[in-house]
């Protein structure tokens, strides 16, 4: 089984929201709540990029081309992250990756498709 799988992606017109969903199964709560989860995406062609992060305390980071459009949160009762994702964009479209860390090791989703039709 894995350790994080992620959901929500899909075909969204431009102007468009998304909320992916990342969901650690195998994970016991306190592991969830100390680590450091983030979203990752990757285009056709194009390097892996760090899109948002959420470390143990809440405290947040993101990439400079989605600050006050994405959101990223988590649900410590679910072992769930989220990205929320308004006013989506042509240049938003790659697969998203959730991506967990810790001083034990890190995990990556399977990643799931985003698509943003212009």
């Known amino acids: 089984q894995e350790q994080l799988v992620e959901s929500g992606g899909g075909l969204v017109e431009a102007g468009g929201s998304l909320r992916l969903s990342c969901r650690a199964p195998r994970m016991i709560t306190s592991t969830f709540n100390s680590n450091k989860m983030a979203w990752y995406r990757q285009a056709p062609g194009k390097q892996r990029d760090l899109v948002a992060s959420?470390?143990?305390?809440?405290?947040?980071e993101y990439l400079d081309s989605v600050k006050g459009r994405f959101t990223i949160s988590r649900d410590s009762s679910r072992k769930t992250i989220y990205l929320q994702m308004n006013n989506l964009k042509s240049e938003d479209t790659a697969v998203y990756y959730c991506?967990?860390?810790?001083?034990?090791?890190?995990?990556w989703g399977r990643g799931t498709q985003v698509t943003v039709s212009s």
């Open positions: 991506y967990s860390e810790s001083a034990y090791g890190s995990y």
């Open positions: 959420i470390s143990p305390r809440g405290t947040t």
